[in-house]
T-cell receptor
Framework: NAGVMQNPRHLVRRRGQEARLRCSPM?????VYWYRQLPEEGLKFMVYLQKENIIDESGMPKERFSAEFPKEGPSILRIQQVVRGDSAAYFCASSRTSGNTGELFFGEGSRLTVL | QKEVEQDPGPLSVPEGAIVSLNCTYSNSAFQYFMWYRQYSRKGPELLMYTYSSGNKEDGRFTAQVDKSSKYISLFIRDSQPSDSATYLCAMDTGRRALTFGSGTRLQVQP
């Protein structure tokens, strides 16, 4: 499967714990994006990263949320001290390095439930 | 007012019908327009990607963009039960921070 890979697909955390969501982009893609989908709502942009750089984090909550895309390995979205309102589906997308880079391809999502 | 407005539906049509899905937007800086299909509990799947105004056709799908009216459409010809899903429009100024509509739920009845 050459698509965007996300894991875990489902994650349950208690309030105050940390959640780490991982995303491996499609082969040949070096741009990674994270979006959040709350129940019955559309997807909301969170952050756009390239290898070792955060390009746009205008959609990230100011506290508890962070994202990275290291030189080696997957991109990670980290949520510290989770609260019930963090329960959502978190989608990662990737796009190509060159050419028509605006087409975003999404993974299957990681569904976070905070108890 | 939301930047992108999309009727949530549900929209129910018989198999073989032509489906018309629409979005309106308020931000004149949007240059790139996309339609995604999302099945329940799955990730969004890119259907159509267009730049600026005009039409684009791909198989049974046609996307139209009218920037003067700030209105985009997706037409599905010969609709099939397998087309039953939520359809999301998305727009981008070029920053790649897509702004999505809330989605229209489509049901194609066999």
């Amino acid at each position: 499967n050459a698509g965007v890979m996300q894991n875990p697909r489902h994650l349950v955390r208690r309030r105050g714990q940390e959640a780490r969501l991982r995303c491996s982009p499609m082969k040949g893609h070096s741009h990674v994006y994270w979006y959040r989908q709350l129940p019955e709502e559309g997807l909301k942009f969170m952050v756009y990263l390239q290898k070792e750089n955060i390009i746009d984090e205008s959609g990230m909550p100011k506290e508890r949320f962070s994202a990275e895309f290291p030189k080696e390995g997957p991109s990670i979205l980290r949520i510290q001290q989770v609260v019930r309102g963090d329960s959502a589906a978190y989608f990662c997308a990737s796009s190509r390095t060159s050419g028509n880079t605006g087409e975003l391809f999404f993974g299957e999502g990681s569904r976070l439930t905070v108890l | 007012q939301k930047e992108v407005e999309q009727d949530p539906g549900p929209l129910s049509v018989p198999e073989g019908a032509i489906v018309s899905l629409n979005c309106t937007y308020s931000n004149s800086a949007f240059q790139y327009f996309m339609w995604y299909r999302q099945y329940s509990r799955k990730g969004p799947e890119l259907l159509m990607y267009t730049y600026s105004s005009g039409n684009k056709e791909d198989g049974r799908f046609t996307a139209q963009v009218d920037k003067s009216s700030k209105y985009i459409s997706l037409f599905i010809r010969d609709s099939q039960p397998s087309d039953s899903a939520t359809y999301l429009c998305a727009m981008d100024t070029g920053r790649r921070a897509l702004t999505f509509g809330s989605g229209t739920r489509l049901q194609v009845q066999p």
